[in-house]
């Protein structure tokens, strides 16, 4: 096989599988700090104990993260030494601003574990979730940073083959870094919520322990507040999204949509099966001119064409499908979200079997999302690794064993995503969570509330 096929299947797989760890890593704090907001502010002791059985859990992730996290970082070295050794004078800074960011994070995280119910004023705890979220938060900030530069190279001149005129400032704050920081947090936050919401529905459908039910209805209720409120972030992202593609990556919103000639009234086409050499879309649902609305706010915006793009500069035409999963999977939690508060406003039960099996479907899909969104940004990048100035054909590595090297690492991957899963169930498995309640804050709060 190719050695730049290898590299990218390589890198690929380790991308794949840490962005389901770096996902929650960024998002699940928020969703334990508002918990034991919930239940300082309320007396309430089951709010309490699913923060501190999310977070308990959440430590587990963290440290697959950090292994597949520095595994990235050797592979940019060792697979694209080309491309280190152009842009890592640059992307250096924001690199060790992850990395100082995570330890900032690991940090508070080790005192807010080991310091439940050791200060008087409760409250004080909680101000430990705000280190957290801010450290988890800006290690995706940092990391995004660096994959924007990829897209929208800024901040050097590129003088015979050297660097010169370096502003990290300016490469790190590159022209996409704020739309992207926007769109990878709030996506990372909506999944986080929608995960938790898809263990409470599978508990309720499930559970051994019916006296959980009522700690798991307050959850699911929290859950879809924050789901409805990070979906609808999110459908917003995607429009901030949309326009800068238009204006700064024409060819990535070219290829997404099938768009081959430029043109105003542009449709918006999601799915169908399409013939390259007649570049004819069937089976599609095409959306009259809201692709031209989507890029510039008027269905008189003209969207440049894939045939205006030269040939070898084209990104492949399947990121059409991830995108299409993108907006599908990621609208399904939105919808899912209205339909809860419709039921519950409607006085129709929003517990109901058929509407908990809904809910438990919202976790996977939010999470495919952001794996058919991270394809769609990789693949869209194509064939450039550092778009307009190298190829990834020109920055993979000449050394040989990458094929040995990629089975070394999917079986890696393997253990710890199946060693992950099994400490996780062993974790809660066999207590309730009104067990673990009644350990924590005693028979006097059997009722949930604290004095």
């Keep these: 096989m190719d050695e730049v096929i290898i590299g990218r299947v390589l890198t690929a797989s ?17 969703v334990f700090m508002v918990l034991e907001f919930l239940g300082l502010r309320n007396k309430d002791a089951m709010y309490l104990t699913m923060a501190r059985r999310i977070a308990k859990g959440y430590t587990v992730t963290v440290a697959v993260g950090v292994v597949t996290g520095t595994i990235i970082g050797l592979q940019l070295s060792l697979i694209w030494p080309d491309f280190m050794r152009l842009g890592g004078q640059i992307i250096a800074l924001p690199l060790f601003m992850e990395t ?3 330890f ?22 909680w101000l430990l979730n705000i280190p957290i979220v801010i450290g988890s938060t800006l290690s995706a900030v940092f990391i995004t940073t660096v994959n924007s ?25 590159n022209p996409s870094s ?10 990372a936050y909506m999944t986080a919520v929608f995960i938790i919401a898809s263990i409470g529905a599978f508990k309720l459908l ?10 798991h209805k307050k959850g699911l209720k929290v859950m879809m507040v924050l789901g409805l409120v990070m979906a609808s972030l999110t459908v917003l992202a995607g429009d901030f999204s949309a326009k800068f593609l238009h204006e700064h990556q024409p060819e990535k919103l070219a290829a997404m949509e099938w768009h081959f000639e430029t043109e105003d009234n542009a449709d918006l086409i999601l799915f169908g099966v399409l013939d390259e050499e007649t570049q004819e879309v069937s089976y599609a649902l095409k959306i009259p001119s809201v692709l031209s609305f989507l890029a510039g706010n008027s269905f008189d915006t003209e969207v ?36 809860y508060f419709l039921a519950k406003f409607s006085k129709f039960d929003e517990h109901h079997p058929a509407l908990l099996y809904a809910y438990v479907l919202t976790g996977p899909l ?21 778009r307009g100035y190298m190829r990834v054909s020109e920055a993979v590595t000449n050394a040989d064993g990458l094929g040995l090297t990629l089975i070394a690492f999917v079986l890696l991957y393997a253990v710890l995503g199946v060693t992950c899963i099994y400490v996780l169930l062993r974790m809660f498995q066999g207590k309730s969570a009104d067990t673990e309640r009644l350990e924590m804050y005693g028979e006097d709060y059997k009722g949930g509330r604290l004095p």
Excluded: C
Excluded at 16 to 28: D, L, Q
Excluded at 178 to 187: N, S
Excluded at 323 to 339: E, R
């Design 149 to 173: 530069f990829m897209n929208t190279p800024a901040g050097f001149d590129l003088v015979d083959g050297a660097l010169v005129n370096v502003d990290p400032l300016a490469a790190m704050f």
């Design 100 to 102: 100082f960011a995570f």
């Design 206 to 215: 499930r559970s051994k322990f019916k006296e959980d039910r009522e700690y």
């Design 304 to 339: 440049t064409g894939l045939n205006d793009i030269p040939e070898d500069e084209q990104p492949p035409l399947i990121i059409h499908y991830f995108f299409d999963m993108m907006v599908f999977f990621g609208m399904y939690g939105l919808t899912v979200a209205l339909i």
């Design 104 to 125: 900032f994070e690991a940090i508070f995280l080790g005192i807010f574990l080991y310091t439940w119910d050791r200060f008087k004023n409760p409250w004080h705890h």
């Design 366 to 386: 939010s999470m495919a999302a952001i794996e058919s969104g991270w394809f769609l940004a990789e693949m869209g990048r194509q064939p450039w690794i550092l």
């Design 14 to 30: 380790t991308l794949g599988f840490h962005i389901i760890f770096a996902t929650i890593g960024v998002g699940i704090p928020i």
């Design 178 to 187: 704020w739309v992207r920081i926007f769109h990878v947090v709030v996506t």
